[in-house]
T-cell receptor
């Protein structure tokens, strides 16, 4: 079936470096994408979203890039900080899922000093 | 803090029992979503309510049901519990028919 998946299950970066978390999706009808951060024991926290009519969107220290040609999504975190350590999920919505989000498996980001 | 509240935070029960999880959406949000998070399945969408009406169903078992009340809070009822139902259950809400969903802190259910 349709799925959203992540290339790298774990990512370790040094404090101050930039982080890139990747996500692949398979449904060409996906029209909305969102990144969540989940810290241990907490619920997913909204980071940034992007619609399919955009290629790039920037937030505070984060950038999401969307490549519809290869069905790939990435989250870039600038100047990664220890507080960025968490599991990051990408999720997508398509016309078949209504307003429900389909989540990927998640990438664990570990920021080392 | 997303503004979505869930109770209880933890729940331990036995197989065959029934439990009710409660969610209060962010002020003004009309849509409520329920998700299940387990180690092997990740975050799975269960069901959505919009202004009291069921709008979408995902991978929700027949043993599970939900409702949204006039004050917009929602309850997820899990019955005939099995060991495999042990998971984190999250509620999310959104303003209306918009996509951005804000998640609550979750209820951790352990079925023994």
């Amino acid at each position: 079936g349709e799925s959203v998946g992540l290339h790298l299950p774990t990512l370790s970066v040094q404090e101050g470096d930039n982080s890139i978390i990747n996500c692949a999706y398979s449904n060409s009808a996906s029209d909305y994408f969102i990144w969540y951060k989940q810290e241990s024991g907490k619920g997913p926290q909204f980071i940034i979203d992007i619609r399919s009519n955009m290629d790039k969107r920037q937030g505070q220290r984060v950038t999401v890039l969307l490549n519809k040609t290869v069905k790939h999504l990435s989250l870039q975190i600038a100047a990664t900080q220890p507080g960025d350590s968490a599991v990051y999920f990408c999720a997508e919505k398509n016309s078949n899922s209504g307003y429900a989000l389909n989540f990927g498996k998640g990438t664990s980001l570990l920021v080392t000093p | 803090d997303s503004g979505v509240t869930q109770t209880p935070k933890h729940l331990i029960t036995a197989t065959g029992q029934r439990v009710t999880l409660r969610c209060s959406p962010r002020s003004g949000d009309l849509s409520v979503y329920w998700y299940q998070q387990s180690l092997d399945q990740g975050l799975q969408f269960l069901i959505q309510y919009y202004n009291g009406e069921e709008r979408a169903k995902g991978n929700i078992l027949e043993r599970f049901s939900a409702q949204q009340f006039p004050d917009l809070h929602s309850e997820l009822n899990l019955s005939s519990l099995e060991l495999g139902d042990s998971a984190l259950y999250f509620c999310a809400s959104s303003p209306g028919r918009q996509e951005t969903q804000y998640f609550g802190p979750g209820t951790r259910l352990l079925v023994l």
